[in-house]
């Protein structure tokens, strides 16, 4: 797929900037912060400005949500028996707790199920994984970007100033509130920069040989997000007798590697952004494997 093929260019750019003397030490974490403080923000304001969702279509909603909280629960148990330190800990629950069901999702739906189906996609993404990046994304990066735990208020005041949070609750304010063109083309131009520097950055911290002890949870990342996930949707909706688009769209974004932004997370955050941008990189590469064969399975149950 085009939109593949372009993370990869984007990855490997970033990956050779870093043999450029003309790009300092720190570019990527001057980029992250970019994303954070404007990208990020003018994505949530024109992504969820607009909500609309009806009721017959609320499992596209929920079935993120489960696995985020699914995923909260797994990776607590987990880490408590490998004994894993916080910064671990809080990586892969947000690598394995959010998928790339955007940018990668959209054309993955629209090539193997067509582009009626993206209209199910957007409900997924926008109601689901976009809005729990801003939820999710934030609660584990305030709890887990400290090397002690912190308290109830710091939580609180982690979120209420993290820039993307602060932009979600002004877009469901002005929801009713029609921006003028030269304010949607401003956000439209700023949010756009947001993937290619995201990928960019991700490649020039991407380290294709990892240590042995990033090796587990790397793993464990790609196991759970794109194999064990999407089968547990799937077994249980089956069971729901949920059929059609929604069993479909619902299982294949679940399957989605992880969220290109989840990188940034955990990089502002202070956790494992070395296992958090391997993750991202070889879930990509993955994907042209995991991808094909949900959408043979899911083509045996129309």
């Known amino acids: 797929m085009e939109n593949l093929l372009y993370l990869f260019i984007l990855l490997a750019l970033g990956k050779i900037s870093r043999r450029l003397s003309a790009f300092p030490e720190n570019t990527p974490q001057i980029l992250n912060l970019f994303v954070i403080y404007f990208s990020f923000p003018a994505t949530v304001l ?25 995923t909260v629960l797994g990776i607590r148990l987990i ?14 629950m947000l690598c394995t707790g959010l998928g790339n069901t955007s940018f990668l999702g959209f054309p993955a739906v ?20 976009f809005l729990g990046l801003a939820i999710f994304g934030t609660l584990v990066v305030s709890v887990y970007g400290t090397s002690t735990r912190p308290s109830i208020k710091q939580i609180i005041l982690n979120i209420i100033g993290f ?5 979600l609750t002004a877009s469901l304010c002005l929801m009713k ?24 950055s991700i490649g020039a911290q991407l380290r294709l040989r990892q ?3 990033n090796v587990k949870p790397i793993s464990l ?10 089968l547990m949707v799937f ?57 094909p064969f949900f959408d043979l399975l899911l083509k045996m149950f129309p």
């Open 79 to 92: 880490a408590w028996y490998r004994r894993w330190d916080r910064k671990t800990e809080g990586t892969v």
């Open 221 to 230: 990342i790609l196991f759970l997000k794109m194999m064990v996930f999407p």
């Open 211 to 213: 240590p042995f002890s």
């Open 110 to 129: 629209a090539a193997f199920f067509g582009e009626d189906a993206l209209s199910y996609a957007v409900i997924y993404d926008q109601l689901g994984t």
């Open 163 to 167: 820039p993307p949070f602060l932009a």
């Open 235 to 291: 077994f249980c909706l089956t069971m729901m007798k949920v059929h059609g688009p929604v069993l479909h769209i619902s299982v294949f974004e679940s399957a989605m590697p992880s969220m290109v932004m989840s990188g940034v997370l955990a990089q502002s955050g202070r956790l494992n952004a070395e296992v958090a941008n391997a993750a991202i990189g070889y879930g990509l590469v993955l994907s042209f494997i995991t991808l």
């Open 46 to 70: 024109l992504k969820t400005k607009n909500l609309n969702l009806g009721t017959d279509l609320a499992v596209l909603a929920l079935t993120p949500w489960a696995l985020m909280l699914m």
């Open 177 to 200: 509130v029609t921006f003028p063109l030269p304010v949607i083309k401003l956000l439209e131009g700023v949010s756009a920069t947001m993937i290619p520097l995201v990928m960019f």
